[in-house]
């Protein structure tokens, strides 16, 4: 199991202290976000505007584009900051696993510190520091959280480069803090389809519940104004909102220029958030079906994208109509 992206891949060069590194004035936490993960069901919160990239049993997030590649090769010359990982390991031995990923640390050239027992929530951790240099801008400084559970060992990383790890100490505390370990799983219940519980979510034009199992990604805006994504544990099992322009073009008008970009097979007329709307289907693939809706408000349009998985299509639609519902514009 290879933590802190790459470290594996090269041998870390040992290191005393910080000579050198120029110190950085203390990050303030501001707005945090939170995860959560749509299969094991784990739940992180981290600040507004980091970079994610999460699959069901692992997240990471980076304080600004392009800190990722630099985790991953730590040699190479791209932009420092930060990475927070979650990784869960499936294990009937979590104790013993946690002391297998040290000794592979260890064997890299990491250097270790002193361990302590700390609790999160309601989980008993231990925190165990280290620091790895890969030459000049490139020394990490870093310490993992391990979290027992039943049958699982959850991973909590916090690293930095240089000054960067220190100046993000409270950043770091608040993330930690957040930490939520998996409630117990309704029996009988397929915690892969949308979660019967809902979160609210403010996207500042409008506001929207949606399954709490349902996480944001970080879709290109392009040319739109703004553009919000949700994705359940499927890929292919989404909800994207675009708002861009309308120019001063009727509902009618904006639907009569797009509705031809789509492979329809129907139209409709709905009522989202109190004001008119219309809306193609159309099939993507072969194992996807898929509805957008257009909106005209204030003169922007709000087109709304579902997709959603063929044979599991009755879950996903009514959870769907419980979002589109929801939507109050401001």
């Not at 869960?88 to 013993?96: H, L, N, S």
């Not at 939520?180 to 979160?199: F, H, I």
């Not at 509705?259 to 194992?287: F, L």
């Amino acid at each position: 199991m290879k933590t802190l992206s790459m470290i594996l891949t090269t041998g870390a060069i040992l290191i005393t202290g910080c000579a050198g590194e120029k110190k950085m004035e203390p990050v303030a936490v501001g707005e945090m976000v939170q995860y959560k993960d749509p299969g094991i069901g784990f739940a992180i919160s981290h600040p507004a505007g980091w970079v994610q990239n999460t699959q069901v049993g692992q997240a990471l997030f980076y304080n600004a584009q392009g800190v990722e590649q630099k985790f991953r090769v730590p040699t190479d010359a791209g932009p420092t900051g930060v990475e927070v990982s979650v990784r869960v390991t499936k294990t009937a031995d979590p104790i013993g696993t946690a002391a297998n990923l040290k000794s592979e640390w260890s064997q890299t050239g990491v250097q270790l510190g002193q361990e302590q027992q700390m609790r999160v929530n309601e989980a008993t951790g231990t925190k165990v520091p280290f620091t790895a240099n890969y030459g000049e801008r490139s020394i990490i400084h870093s310490h993992h959280v391990f979290l027992m559970g039943d049958s699982a060992l959850y991973d909590l990383g916090f690293s930095g480069f240089g000054a960067h790890y220190e100046a993000n100490a409270t950043v770091f505390d608040a993330i930690l803090t957040s930490f939520q370990m998996p409630k117990p799983k309704e029996k009988g219940r397929d915690e892969t389809l949308p979660s019967a519980s809902y979160v609210d979510f403010d996207a500042k034009a409008f506001t929207f519940t949606h399954p709490e199992n349902f996480n944001s990604t970080n879709p290109p805006k392009g040319q739109n104004e703004m553009v919000i994504e949700l994705q359940g544990y499927r890929r292919d099992c989404s909800v994207r909102f675009d708002v861009f322009g309308a120019q001063g073009l009727t509902l009618d008008k904006v639907f009569e220029q797009n509705k031809g970009k789509y492979r329809s097979t129907t139209t409709g007329k709905a009522t989202i958030g109190g004001e008119n709307a219309m809306s193609v289907s159309y099939s993507p693939t072969r194992e996807v079906d898929s509805r957008a809706y257009f909106v005209v408000k204030n003169d922007k349009v709000y087109r709304i994208t579902t997709n959603w998985y063929k044979p599991q299509a009755a879950a996903y639609t009514a959870a769907y109509e419980t979002l589109i519902n929801s939507i109050k514009f401001k």
